[in-house]
């Protein structure tokens, strides 16, 4: 009993931290877009991908005319949809691909509830290059029924300086 509730109170303190990091991000920051569209803006912020159990990965490529994107701290991933009646815990990836096809892990993140919406950032530690994908996949859970579908919508994929 005294491990579940340890486990209930480190996760609270996840959660709050988590909440506390977005909030500054959110607060002041500069984003720029990862999609080479130089159109009207508002089109471009409407583009969205969907990741379900059967197909949980997308990817999105960075373009060199953003400039030296070593100085980004953050990928910004906005979830904005979420089909999981089960409501199975959902957790993403996120990884940098080089040119060269290295695959560099950055973090990862869940929903909380499984079910909920929301922005996350996770940090570049400064392993961006130019020309490279951010790739963010769907870790598909061990239980899923056969019969179960997981589908997530998220906003287009950007980057933060501070």
Do not use: W
């Amino acid at each position: 009993m005294l491990t579940v509730i340890r486990h209930m109170a480190l996760h609270k303190l996840f959660c709050c931290a988590c909440f506390i990091v977005i909030l500054c991000a959110s607060c002041n920051s500069r984003t720029i877009d990862l999609t080479n569209n130089s159109k009207d803006k508002a089109e471009s912020d409407d583009i969205s991908y969907e990741i379900d159990n059967l197909n949980p990965t997308i990817s999105q490529p960075l373009d060199a005319k953003y400039g030296d994107l070593a100085g980004y701290k953050f990928v910004q991933i906005e979830v904005i949809k979420v089909f999981n009646p089960q409501k199975y815990p959902l957790t993403f990836e996120v990884r940098f691909q080089s040119k060269s096809n290295e695959k560099t892990y950055l973090g990862s993140f869940s929903l909380y509830p499984a079910d909920n919406p929301g922005k996350f950032l996770v940090a570049t530690q400064g392993k961006l290059k130019d020309g490279g994908t951010i790739i963010l996949s769907l870790v598909v859970p061990d239980k899923l029924a056969a019969k179960d579908t997981i589908k997530v919508t998220v906003k287009k994929i950007k980057l933060i300086k501070e």
